[in-house]
């Protein structure tokens, strides 16, 4: 009697076929492969061949939260779900034609499932389709790595919000970089390194802001007044106000990469 309750339990909790090739799935994608196989797991998961994806992932501390599977289920009903040691890989398909405003949405339910656990990931660029699934997830760990070093507080970094630094990492030498921030800002660095100023950090949140000074002023915890004494330094030392004059996204480039902590190639010797 034991072994037949045993055998009907074991046939209960055996994972569907469908579930043996969603974890398939997504272990390809994780290990980079594609071709065929990734399109016939893809289908037997329940995801079109043309279907545009996006990639998340969320890290998991040895001694955190274990519901974290069920919460990313439970906000997206439609994702995939592999844990795969200290990371939970979510392959999300998405609506819409996987425009903006579907990114939107369920970066902000995951925004939601995660920090509820008190726990961080990072939300890949989205994919066309399955077949670019493995560039997404490789994107969204390294937006996970950026957005802590970042010292930003989301829950889930946006790779959006990463897009220069990712660039850099795959296509940039630091000696390249190096050069991009000297003819940007070489004085203006050196400055804050005499000084301890914080002009770059200003500089920064000032472009973020839109060129706002009463929201750049709010995030840094500044007067306007002290603010704008800021950025009449930072004028001087940059040749003037860049605002119109086709410099300021040059400068938005250099301030990112400076302050993105992008891991980069050494330039290869001659």
């Given amino acids: 009697m034991r072994s037949i309750v045993a055998l009907a339990l074991a046939q209960q909790h055996r994972p569907s076929l469908a579930r043996l090739a969603e974890d398939e799935l997504l272990r390809l994608i994780g290990a980079g492969g594609g ?3 990734l399109i016939e797991l893809s289908q037997a998961a329940g995801i079109r061949a043309d279907q545009p994806v996006a990639m998340a992932v969320v890290r998991r501390p040895a001694d955190g939260p274990s519901d974290i599977e069920q919460r990313a289920r439970a906000a997206l009903p439609s994702a995939l779900l592999l844990v795969d040691g200290a990371w939970v890989d979510i392959l999300m398909p998405l609506g819409g034609g996987g425009g903006e405003a579907e990114r939107e ?7 939601e499932a995660v920090g509820r656990a008190g726990l961080t990931g990072a939300l890949g660029p ?3 389709s399955v077949r670019q699934a493995a560039f997404s997830l490789a994107e ?19 790779a959006a919000d990463f897009l220069v630094e990712r660039v850099a990492e795959r296509s940039l030498t630091r000696g390249a970089v190096d050069s991009i921030v000297e003819e940007s800002l070489g004085e203006l660095i050196r400055l804050d390194q005499r000084t301890g100023g914080e002009l770059v950090r200003t500089l920064d949140v000032w472009i973020t802001a839109g060129c706002n000074a009463s929201e750049a002023a709010e995030v ?23 605002r119109g004059r086709g410099k300021l996204g040059a400068l938005a480039f250099a301030v990112k990469l400076v ?8 330039d290869p010797r001659p």
């Fill in 35 to 37: 071709g065929d196989r």
């Fill in 105 to 111: 949405r369920v970066l902000g339910l995951l925004r």
């Fill in 126 to 128: 989205t994919a066309p």
């Fill in 140 to 158: 969204a760990r390294a937006t996970w790595r950026l957005g802590r070093s970042s010292k930003w507080t989301d829950a889930i970094h946006d």
């Fill in 220 to 242: 840094l915890f500044l007067e306007r007044q002290s603010l704008h004494k800021r950025l009449r330094r930072i004028f001087a030392a940059i040749g003037g106000d860049p």
């Fill in 259 to 266: 302050r993105g902590n992008a891991q980069l190639r050494e």
